[in-house]
Each structure stands twice: as C-alpha cells, then as structure tokens.
C-alpha cells in the first residue's frame, strides 16, 4: 500500500493507470478460470451471479465508507487552516493594541510567522521546504513567546494576559493543524478496497468467462470509473499529494489585514 501511495505522490495519473492495469489483470484472469469451467446450462451460473453481487455490493459499501473517511480528513484540514489563521489575526490584533515596544515587535513577527505557516501548508510532501517551515514554526514561536513573557513580567493587567492566550491559542492550533495533515486513514482500509476491487473485478470476468461472452467498452467503463473512485479516495486522504490541497486563502485574508498597521483615531 506505501508503494501504491508513492505511486500516487509522483503522479495520481500513473497510479490509475497502474490500478486500471491490475484490475484488467484480475478481470483477465477471471475470464480465462471461467472459460475454462463453463457450463452449457444457464442454471448452472445462478450461484456465480449471486455471488458476484453480494461481492459488488460490498466494494460499493467499501468505497462510500472510503470517501467518507477521507472527506472527513480533507474538511479536517481545511476546519484546522481557518482556525490557525483566525488565532494569528486575532494575537496581531492584541499585540499591536497592548501599547508596549515588544507587542510591536510580537506584531511583526506574526506577519512573518503567518508566511511560514502558509509554506507549511502548501508544502509539497517531503520536501525541504516543509522542513524548513517546520524548523522555522518552531525558532519563530519560541521567538514570540520570549517577547510575551518579558511582557508579562512587567505588566500583570488583563491586556498582557489576553495577549498570552493568544499568542497560546495560535501556537495550540499549529500542533492542531499538524495533527491534521498526520491523521490519515485506518490502513487496513485502503487495502480491504484494494483487495475488494480486485476479486470485484476478477469475480466480473468469471461470471463473462462462464458466459464465453467479452465486453470491452463495459469493461473499460468500469475499470475507469473504479480506478477515478480509487484516485479521489488516495487525493483526499493524502494532504501533500495530487490536486485536492487545502486552501491557504484564509491565512492570506489574514494577511491582508496586516496592511497599515491599526492606527489610532482621534479621539471625540
């Protein structure tokens, strides 16, 4: 499965061309066993039908639970980018209102750190550059929190604490977001797919072997649809692979409010 999933990670097209390839190896298959047991009397294929949808019917529970899951991992991520971004926006907010040379400082350091945070996300999967923005995630935080507790040394008010659970709360949600892109699913469940896909298919073209009878264009139409299914799934549950990425639009939202600075109206 770690092979089919490097697969995947080079190419999502490759890996449904190498799925394509083996459920037309399983279906071949399957339609040689059954040429070679075909019987003239149609009763005699009554069991193999039956045995054939209970095994369809199984890969299509299979494959709703599958993209269930990686759906669920997929919104995960993307619930866990919103909140990170959220969190930053709203401890900038406060370092740039505590009125304290190091809140300026804590202020700059956020626009950067939400940079870092935006490579993390959009990081291609082992690549120096998502070691980089993990290295660098954690220098900045220790960095940030250096300034806010020498802040909250001199300054026991409500605004000082308000800016340390922020400060907190975005660095909490950089170990949320991490855990998110870590979750993946059960393996145990890729594999039952996989293998469910394969007897499908082979279970298919014993019952067409039985029959002596060859449909190429249902079977490409099948091989594909299957193997599109399969592709989504592996998409879906792999953050750093493929086209499905999370969307790092929040964070830059975040960014544009950074611009400027908040200045001080008059008073009334």
């Keep these: 499965m770690r092979l089919l999933v490097d697969v995947a990670a080079y190419n999502l097209l490759i890996f449904a061309v190498v799925m394509i390839g083996l459920q037309f190896v399983a279906l071949w298959a399957g339609e040689s066993?059954?040429?070679?047991?075909?019987?003239?009397?149609k009763d005699g294929h009554d069991g193999v039908d039956v045995v054939?949808?209970?095994l369809l019917g199984l890969l299509a529970f299979?494959?709703?639970?599958?993209?269930?899951?990686a759906a669920s991992r997929y919104e995960d991520r993307r619930h866990a980018a919103l909140d990170e971004a959220n969190a930053i926006g709203t401890a900038w907010l406060r370092a740039e209102a505590i009125g304290h040379p190091r809140g300026e400082a804590i202020a700059r350091e956020l626009e950067r750190y939400l940079d870092v945070r935006v490579a993390w996300v959009t990081a291609p999967r082992n690549s120096a550059v998502l070691d980089r923005a993990t290295s660098e995630t954690n220098r900045?935080?220790?960095?940030?929190?250096?300034?806010?507790?020498?802040?909250?040394?001199?300054r026991t008010d409500p605004v000082a604490a308000a800016l340390q659970a922020s400060l907190n709360d975005t660095f909490d949600m950089s170990t949320t977001q991490r855990?998110?892109?870590?979750?993946?699913?059960?393996?145990?469940?890729?594999?039952?797919?996989?293998?469910?896909?394969?007897?499908?298919?082979?279970?298919i073209g014993y019952q067409w072997g039985l029959r002596k009878r060859w449909h190429p264009i249902t079977a490409i139409l099948l091989l594909s649809a299957w193997s599109a299914c399969l592709m989504l799934i592996v998409d879906l549950a792999n953050p750093r692979i493929g086209w499905v990425r999370v969307d790092p639009s929040p964070y830059l939202w975040t960014a544009q409010g950074f611009h400027g600075g908040v200045p001080i109206p008059p008073a009334p």
């Design 33 to 41: 066993l059954g040429r070679r047991q075909a019987v003239p009397e």
């Design 179 to 203: 855990w998110a892109f870590a979750g993946q699913m059960p393996v145990e469940l890729p594999w039952l797919l996989v293998c469910l896909t394969l007897v499908s298919v082979g279970g």
């Design 140 to 154: 900045m935080q220790t960095l940030i929190w250096g300034h806010a507790a020498a802040i909250v040394r001199e």
């Design 52 to 54: 054939v949808g209970a």
């Design 62 to 69: 299979a494959l709703g639970l599958s993209i269930s899951i």
